[in-house]
């Protein structure tokens, strides 16, 4: 048995659901989808009424393949990259970054870039020349995530026609960022009529970050941005 998290899209919150289920092992696109397959059934019997989708690249649904940060396609400077490519090279670090030319990289070798794991510690995002920073930690991959989407049409229409998301690479003792709970965050704010509110400024997000609310009422002071990276 393992446990994962669902996350379910309320109309004033993202909710963990935390769900036990049989877990397939092995790297085989087939054992991903029977512990998915687990997953989902589980989760079904607590929330019978729930539409449930798997966003990674192991999805049953071209639908969910194509919500995957490897696949999901951004338009940086007229050219189109990989969402996951464009997010590790947008990382700024103690010692260096962001190491832009990783945007034209494929994902699979943005991820491995030695750099990520040479430079220190992530203190914050550079993005178009205006850097974030690092708190709450998912604050700029979700609120990218979702300017993305929300973009192209076709995918934003039918993401939104669910309830509850898994991604079943995703565990929490060893990741941070959750494409499944970018894509829950998305519904969510549809749901309670946020959403372009929150495309339109940023920092209306961070009221979905309750544990970090309080760290994030004002901007960084404006003659502070050269010692230390600010909001937006």
């Given at each position: 048995m393992a446990k994962r998290p669902v996350f379910l899209a309320d109309?004033?919150?993202?909710?963990?659901?935390?769900?036990d289920f049989d877990w397939f092992p092995g790297f085989a696109p087939s054992q991903k989808q029977k512990s998915i397959q687990s997953l989902h059934e589980n989760f079904s019997e607590k929330c019978p009424d729930k539409k449930i989708l798997e966003v990674s690249s192991k999805s049953?649904?071209?639908?969910?393949?194509?919500?995957?940060a490897f696949n999901?396609?951004?338009?940086?400077?007229?050219?189109?990259?990989s969402f996951e490519s464009f997010?590790?090279?947008s990382k700024v670090f103690e010692k260096g970054g962001p190491y832009t030319d990783i945007y034209f990289k494929t994902p699979r070798e943005a991820k491995q870039d030695t750099r990520l794991k040479d430079s220190g510690e992530i203190i914050?995002?550079?993005y178009k020349g205006e850097n974030w920073i690092n708190e709450p930690k998912t604050f700029f991959y979700d609120w990218m995530y979702m300017s993305?989407?929300?973009k192209q049409e076709d995918l934003f229409n039918q993401l939104i026609q669910y309830d509850a998301?898994?991604?079943?690479?995703?565990n929490p003792k060893k990741s941070i960022n959750c494409q499944a709970k970018a894509a829950a965050l998305i519904v969510s704010l549809h749901k309670s009529g946020d959403l372009q509110k929150v495309l339109e400024k940023p920092e209306n997000l961070l009221t979905y970050y309750p544990e970090n609310k309080?760290?994030?009422k004002t901007k960084i002071k404006e003659e502070d941005k050269s010692e230390q990276m600010k909001l937006f």
């Amino acid at each position: 048995m393992a446990k994962r998290p669902v996350f379910l899209a309320d109309k004033s919150k993202v909710i963990d659901v935390q769900v036990d289920f049989d877990w397939f092992p092995g790297f085989a696109p087939s054992q991903k989808q029977k512990s998915i397959q687990s997953l989902h059934e589980n989760f079904s019997e607590k929330c019978p009424d729930k539409k449930i989708l798997e966003v990674s690249s192991k999805s049953e649904l071209t639908l969910g393949v194509s919500l995957s940060a490897f696949n999901l396609s951004i338009n940086h400077s007229n050219q189109i990259i990989s969402f996951e490519s464009f997010f590790q090279g947008s990382k700024v670090f103690e010692k260096g970054g962001p190491y832009t030319d990783i945007y034209f990289k494929t994902p699979r070798e943005a991820k491995q870039d030695t750099r990520l794991k040479d430079s220190g510690e992530i203190i914050g995002f550079n993005y178009k020349g205006e850097n974030w920073i690092n708190e709450p930690k998912t604050f700029f991959y979700d609120w990218m995530y979702m300017s993305t989407v929300v973009k192209q049409e076709d995918l934003f229409n039918q993401l939104i026609q669910y309830d509850a998301f898994t991604d079943i690479e995703f565990n929490p003792k060893k990741s941070i960022n959750c494409q499944a709970k970018a894509a829950a965050l998305i519904v969510s704010l549809h749901k309670s009529g946020d959403l372009q509110k929150v495309l339109e400024k940023p920092e209306n997000l961070l009221t979905y970050y309750p544990e970090n609310k309080a760290l994030h009422k004002t901007k960084i002071k404006e003659e502070d941005k050269s010692e230390q990276m600010k909001l937006f």
